[in-house]
């Protein structure tokens, strides 16, 4: 099977993207991704409003990323869709369309968790940084996720720390909110922290034992600050906006840095991936590079379009699982919750 070529059709709806990638192996084909603009106006995803727009969208999205990988779906192995975690109506659209089109067509269906995704994106050909060696640890940031993961096996997985409350994208949109930056406002902090000083003001670190995060607290102190500095120049937040967003974005850093390095400590690993939304972040990004100039690590950045969410990760997920003959029956259905693993004790 290893010089056979596997063509996978993927589909990922966990949220409010509606993506489709075709992979040949490892390679990507086509990677299109539709991505719904209805939200912004609510300053958040409406999950009734985003399952109708995937409805409208996928058929369209499937369509254009077989026509870019110039294949017909006659052609394809297998479908790998995205199971979970994210929003039961989201994820029902993608699950129920790829259940029909491997029935129709007669291939395989396999079913693909969205967290281990983000993580295996790393082995999509291509790559920069190229692939990680096991075992190495996995940091996943997202909107929903924030997690330290031990990767023994491309299906061998554990969790050694993880938010107790908020998600680190969380804490960027949410921070953004209080400062009245249009949704989603995470992107707009890092664009605005590139500018500012990130001394300029201090917000305090959670103090969480183990290797769990907590974002909460952080979010509450950023509202605090402000509606305290507001009260005593209404212009305050304009005039500082990107000393803010500096200094948020440092805060948040360092939690994540204090915990990965803590992490190796006690691990001995020192090849670190990332992977998730927020990795798109370049504070993050550059954090990581400083740490493996300054401490020896060997750190793994997945390119910028396998970061967000997208069906290529998922692709790539399909391929190593339809090696391993992994495959789904038709009686499979979306799991809104989906552990990646059983934490560690």
């Known amino acids: 099977m290893k010089n056979e070529t596997i063509y996978i059709l993927a589909i990922e709806s966990s949220c409010d993207d509606t993506s489709a990638a075709v992979l040949s192996n490892k390679k990507v084909l086509s990677n299109i991704t539709a991505t719904q603009k209805i939200h912004e106006e609510y300053g958040g995803v409406v999950p009734e409003l985003a399952s109708r727009a995937h409805q409208q969208n996928i058929v369209p999205v499937v369509h254009q990323a077989l026509n870019k990988a110039n294949i017909d779906k006659k052609q394809l192995s297998a479908i790998a869709f995205t199971r979970g975690p994210g929003l039961m109506g989201s994820l029902l659209v993608g699950t129920s369309f790829a259940k029909s089109l491997s029935l129709g067509l007669n291939i395989p269906l396999i079913e693909v968790n969205h967290m281990q995704a ?134 948040i850093i360092h939690i994540l840095m204090d915990k990965l390095k803590k992490a190796v400590e006690e691990t001995g690993i020192t090849q670190i991936a990332i992977g998730g939304g927020v990795s798109a972040n370049s504070g993050i990004r550059n954090a990581l590079k400083m740490a493996e100039k300054n401490r020896g690590w060997q750190t793994f950045i997945p390119r910028f379009e396998y970061c967000t969410d997208n069906a290529a990760m998922i692709g790539v997920v399909g391929y190593l699982k339809y090696q391993q003959h992994k495959f789904s029956e038709q009686d499979i259905s979306a799991k809104a919750r989906y552990m990646l693993s059983q934490k560690k004790l």
């Open 118 to 251: 983000h993580i295996l994106a790393h082995f999509i050909e291509g790559q920069q940084d190229g692939a990680p060696e096991f075992p190495f640890l996995a940091m996943t940031i997202s909107g929903g996720h924030t997690q330290i993961v031990l990767v023994k096996d491309f299906f061998d997985m554990e969790i050694l720390g993880e938010t107790l409350d908020d998600a680190v994208g969380e804490a960027f949109d949410k921070s953004a909110k209080i400062l009245g930056l249009p949704y989603p406002g995470g992107p707009l902090v890092d664009k605005y922290a590139q500018e500012g000083n990130p001394k300029a003001f201090p917000f305090p670190k959670p103090k969480v034992e183990g290797l769990n995060f907590s974002f909460s607290g952080l979010k509450t102190s950023i509202l605090y600050f402000i509606q305290r500095e507001t009260a005593k120049n209404p212009d305050f937040v304009q005039e500082n906006l990107k000393d803010i967003c500096a200094s948020i974005q440092k805060t």
